[in-house]
């Protein structure tokens, strides 16, 4: 598979650039920082992502979507990405179809359309502790009637107080650490027994902690098979990490264009400060590892397309490299601006914090690498 886009993806990306920037650029995020939005996103422009096409590309065709790939969300979440756009994106039109996908029709035939037309999102509520460690589910979910009982909490749920459906990972069988034994489940928006905590992040996006205190579902909510989740779970989490490492790269862009702008435009003794040689060569380096960060990201997307059983892999290395990329991208930016670099007034510290938040998601650089690892037998 050649490492480029096609036309059709060429088009998609630059009419996803134009859209997003003339709709929500930093400034959007900007207002709402200034104002508290509750939300952490805006409702509206969700709403015309949906007008646009994007909140239904990876949806089936045959139900009510473009039935594109993971190639075409991350052009989509790039350009997301690039302008610290705070959206839903990732979770819902990533994170959650992915897992529906998996489900029974009648979840398919009851969120697919809501998320299509824009009128919900979705959250993913997998981490219980302060690192990314899937297998390390301890969320109860007991048997009770003809469904489940669920009791336990959950942590780093982006957008998880004002999510309409959460995706939950839970323990039908087995201790923490194993993989079987985990059973996915779709809990709505208001369920008794469901409490969830806002929390401002670093780069001003909110997550939330989530407390589960007997929260009762039907059979119908369960996810895939009872038990059998880490399968679908980790096509969850490799489409997760795609999708990050896809944002990632925006982030990364983003700061590396407005860094070699600010070389073009400061000036010392006279002359450009990126006339130095010093700088020059900071900056092609940079160009170079977001370069290789790319070709891994699109690499990743393109097996996930195509269903290839080394998908994960390629997940865990797109993510690690976006994220050591990015956060090279963001630290030389802050470097070269100087002082002005970390001011509020001036947008490139905005990259840092976002890059290193999407950075933890799902799982940082260490952890990827560990991971890859083990799979490998060490």
Do not use: C
């Amino acid at each position: 598979m050649a490492l480029f886009l096609t036309d059709e993806q060429t088009m998609l990306r630059d009419t996803a650039r134009q859209f997003v920037n003339e709709t929500a650029p930093v400034s959007h995020m900007r207002s709402l920082r200034d104002a508290k939005e509750p939300a952490g996103f805006s409702r509206d422009l969700w709403k015309q992502f949906a007008e646009m096409g994007f909140t239904s590309i990876l949806i089936p065709e045959d139900e009510g979507g473009l039935g594109l790939g993971h190639v075409e969300a991350g052009v989509v979440l790039e350009e997301i990405g690039r302008n610290l756009t705070p959206s839903s994106f990732l979770s819902t039109a990533v994170g959650a179809v992915t897992a529906l996908k998996t489900g029974a029709a009648d979840l398919r035939q009851i969120w697919f359309p809501r998320i299509a037309a824009g009128e919900a999102v979705a959250a993913l509520a997998i981490d219980e502790g302060a690192k990314h460690r899937p297998a390390q589910t301890a969320l109860r979910a007991e048997r009770s009637g003809n469904g489940f009982r669920l009791t336990g909490a959950k942590t780093f749920v982006p957008l998880g107080h004002v999510a309409d459906l959460i995706v939950v990972a839970a323990r039908t069988g087995g201790s923490p650490g194993e993989e079987n034994g985990i059973t996915l489940f779709a809990v709505e928006k208001g369920a008794a027994g469901l409490t969830a905590t806002p929390e401002r992040l670093a780069d001003a996006s909110i997550a939330a902690r989530l407390q589960l205190d007997g929260v009762e579902v039907d059979a119908d909510a369960v996810i895939g098979e009872v038990d059998q989740g880490w399968a679908g779970l980790t096509r969850i989490l490799s489409a997760g990490r795609a999708g990050a490492a896809a944002e990632l790269l925006g982030v990364g862009g983003g700061a590396m264009d407005m860094t070699i702008g600010y070389l073009r435009e400061r000036k010392q003794f006279g002359v450009p400060i990126g006339s130095f040689q010093a700088l020059q060569h900071r900056a092609a380096h940079l160009y170079s590892e977001m370069e290789v960060a790319r070709a891994a990201v699109l690499k990743a997307q393109q097996l996930l397309d195509a269903d290839d059983p080394n998908a994960e892999r390629a997940a865990l290395v797109a993510k690690a490299m976006a994220g050591l990329a990015v956060t090279l991208a963001v630290q030389e930016g802050v470097q070269m601006h100087g002082g002005i670099g970390m001011t509020d007034e001036y947008d490139i510290g905005f990259y840092m914090k976002r890059g290193r938040v999407l950075a933890e998601l799902f799982g940082d650089a260490n952890w990827a690498a560990d991971q890859l690892a083990r799979m490998s037998g060490y």
